[in-house]
């Protein structure tokens, strides 16, 4: 995926790379502090899926992890202030996260899982009114 901010061309990459940066701010650690596991993916991708914004410009910076000359965090910022199709970048995002070999299988089950989540939610909610309007 190619971003262009202020003329110079980015290539934003979901890769192995892009994980390990991710998992560097979010992770969990046992109470010994002596384990440490990733939780970027985990935590972040339904914050995308919902339309966060900021894990929008998070992802979209991190991704940037393998160019020799990266934008700044506030570049990206202002790429995505300025951006014409905001709901455009976020699936040209989690489509790219869901072709890359570090993300797709994590990112697939968690679609999956939000989506199933969601539709139970919605379910449960109907049932609720059509009880409520039934006691009316």
């Given at each position: 995926?190619?971003?262009?901010?202020?003329?110079?061309?980015?290539?934003?990459?979901?890769g192995?790379?892009?994980?390990?940066?991710?998992?560097?701010?979010?992770?969990?650690?046992?109470?010994?502090?002596?384990?440490?596991?990733?939780?970027?993916?985990?935590?972040q991708?339904?914050?995308?899926?919902?339309g966060?914004?900021?894990?929008?410009?998070?992802?979209?910076?991190?991704?940037?992890y393998?160019?020799?000359?990266r934008?700044?965090?506030?570049?990206?910022?202002?790429?995505?202030?300025?951006?014409?199709?905001?709901?455009?970048?976020?699936?040209?995002?989690?489509?790219?996260?869901?072709?890359?070999?570090?993300?797709?299988?994590?990112?697939?089950?968690?679609?999956?899982?939000?989506?199933?989540?969601?539709?139970?939610?919605?379910?449960?909610?109907?049932?609720?009114?059509?009880?409520?309007?039934?006691?009316?």
């Amino acid at each position: 995926m190619i971003i262009t901010i202020n003329g110079i061309d980015y290539r934003v990459k979901f890769g192995v790379g892009f994980v390990r940066e991710l998992d560097k701010k979010y992770y969990t650690e046992n109470h010994a502090k002596t384990l440490k596991f990733g939780m970027g993916i985990e935590t972040q991708v339904p914050l995308l899926l919902t339309g966060d914004i900021v894990s929008l410009s998070e992802f979209l910076y991190l991704g940037t992890y393998a160019e020799k000359k990266r934008p700044t965090p506030e570049e990206v910022d202002a790429y995505i202030d300025t951006h014409d199709d905001i709901e455009g970048l976020f699936d040209s995002v989690m489509e790219e996260l869901k072709k890359s070999n570090a993300t797709r299988i994590k990112v697939g089950e968690l679609a999956a899982s939000l989506k199933e989540e969601d539709k139970a939610f919605r379910k449960k909610s109907a049932a609720l009114q059509k009880s409520t309007k039934k006691s009316s």
